[in-house]
Nanobody
Framework: QVQLVESGGGLVQTGGSLRLSCGAS????????VGWFRQAPGKEREFVAA????????NYGDSVKGRVTISRDNARNTVYLQLNMLKPEDTATYFC???????????????WGQGTPVTVSS
């Protein structure tokens, strides 16, 4: 079973950038699709992005498309989420998830990390 650990969250001003990281222990991430979701207080968890095992295929949620880039470095066993042009409405806890089945187009994680908070000040 893969254990996921997110890092890189924090406080940033509107228009700023952050890079989130999702690392794994217990197993290599290279055999997994990995993605990011976010959840703001009082709201449902929302899909942000997903990447296939090779890193060639990616999928993005409509609310972040054009401002977010997902990538992976299998040698470092890490998946990254680059957040640019951040807005106050991007404030949420960001979770990474991993799965071996399904598609990045309908990404449904079997494993979740604990999340890393992102706060965007206006």
């Amino acid at each position: 079973q893969v254990q996921l650990v997110e890092s890189g969250g924090g406080l940033v001003q509107t228009g700023g950038s952050l890079r989130l990281s999702c690392g794994a222990s217990g197993r290599t991430l290279s055999g997994y699709m990995v993605g990011w979701f976010r959840q703001a207080p009082g709201k449902e968890r929302e899909f942000v992005a997903a990447i296939n095992w090779s890193g060639v295929g990616t999928n993005y949620g409509d609310s972040v498309k054009g401002r977010v880039t997902i990538s992976r470095d299998n040698a470092r066993n890490t998946v990254y989420l680059q957040l640019n042009m951040l807005k106050p409405e991007d404030t949420a806890t960001y979770f990474c998830g991993a799965a071996t089945r399904g598609s990045i187009l309908t990404f449904t994680p079997a494993y979740w990390g604990q999340g890393t908070p992102v706060t965007v000040s206006s």
